[in-house]
């Protein structure tokens, strides 16, 4: 009975050890190919935050936006969907307009810094997608939100 679970134990820890195509070990700090939203991401940072009831774009929140504004001029073709978040606190309906509003003053920008109207659109989720899901002042300050996503 020994030999047979000792068997049986060496076998699974043999096929365990098997690896196929879909099992390769990843970087997970590996650089993405230029020109993806991985990039993008890895490069730029991809999101600008708000104050509480605002769309009022801050000194970091435009520094952001001309380093995201100097990736898209660098990948031409690319297209962007900015999309506007706010907390789970207010009416859906107010939410869902002040998330257009932040969406609307990050691609203002974005225009204003060169990048072409016609590669950018925009969205609002208001408190529909949250980014963090926590009834904290940490919480609500990562879902006051634009971020912009390359298509």
């Known amino acids: 009975m020994k030999k047979v679970l000792s068997s049986a134990a060496l076998a699974l ?10 099992c390769q070990n990843v970087d997970a700090n590996a650089a993405a ?3 993806t939203a991985g990039h993008f991401k890895q ?12 769309s ?4 970091d929140a435009k520094k952001s936006l001309e380093a995201q504004a100097g ?8 297209t962007a969907t900015v999309e506007g978040k706010c907390d789970a606190r207010g009416t859906r309906e107010y939410n869902l307009a002040l998330g257009a509003r932040r969406a609307n003053a990050a691609e203002k920008e974005l225009t204003k ?8 659109k925009t ?23 634009a971020i912009t996503v390359i298509n």
Do not use: M
Request: hydrophobic letters at 35%.
């Open 13 to 22: 820890l043999l096929i365990g050890c098997e690896c196929t195509d879909t």
């Open 33 to 35: 190919t230029p020109g």
């Open 43 to 54: 490069t730029v940072k991809d999101r600008v935050f708000y104050n509480f009831d605002s």
């Open 56 to 59: 009022t774009l801050s000194a």
């Open 71 to 78: 990736w898209l001029k660098v990948y031409s073709s690319t």
């Open 113 to 120: 810094l060169g990048i072409d109207k016609s590669r950018l």
């Open 123 to 145: 969205i609002s989720y208001g408190k529909e997608k949250l980014e963090v899901v926590a009834d904290t002042n940490e919480a609500h300050a990562q879902n006051r939100v």
